[in-house]
């Protein structure tokens, strides 16, 4: 059973930087998809970002492009969320999904596994 745990979350003025961590264990971590979603306080949950098995793809949300990046560390298990320029808006729990195939989706009912969730609050 796969098990994927996040970590990074946290307060931060806006504007400012935050690093999410994803980590996995109990499964092949090279041979998923993976992907980043959230929720918003009396939001439905929403993609944010995911990236290919080995890293070569990754696909944004148009409300994050160009401020959030993500990346992975086959070897340490790991998918990262880099998050610059942070907003109000982006305040959320985020959650980190993995997907028992090579390609991702911005379909959150097509990922197989999924973390408990970190805070991330942006204050204006």
């Known amino acids: 059973q796969v098990q994927l745990v996040e970590s990074g979350g946290g307060l931060v003025q806006a504007g400012g930087s935050l690093r999410l961590s994803c980590a996995a264990s109990?499964?092949?971590?090279?041979?998923?998809?993976m992907g980043w979603f959230r929720q918003g306080p009396g939001k439905e949950r929403e993609f944010v970002a995911a990236?290919?098995?080995?890293?070569?793809?990754?696909y944004y949300a148009d409300s994050v492009k160009g401020r959030f990046t993500i990346s992975r560390d086959n070897a340490k298990n790991t998918v990262y969320l880099q998050m610059n320029s942070l907003k109000p808006e982006d305040t959320a729990v985020y959650y980190c999904?993995?997907?028992?195939?090579?390609?991702?989706?911005?379909?959150?009912?097509?990922?197989?596994?999924w973390g408990q969730g970190t805070q991330v609050t942006v204050s204006s």
């Open positions: 109990g499964g092949t971590f090279s041979s998923y998809a």
């Open positions: 990236i290919s098995w080995g890293g070569g793809r990754t």
């Open positions: 999904a993995g997907r028992s195939t090579l390609v991702p989706s911005e379909e959150s009912r097509r990922y197989d596994y």
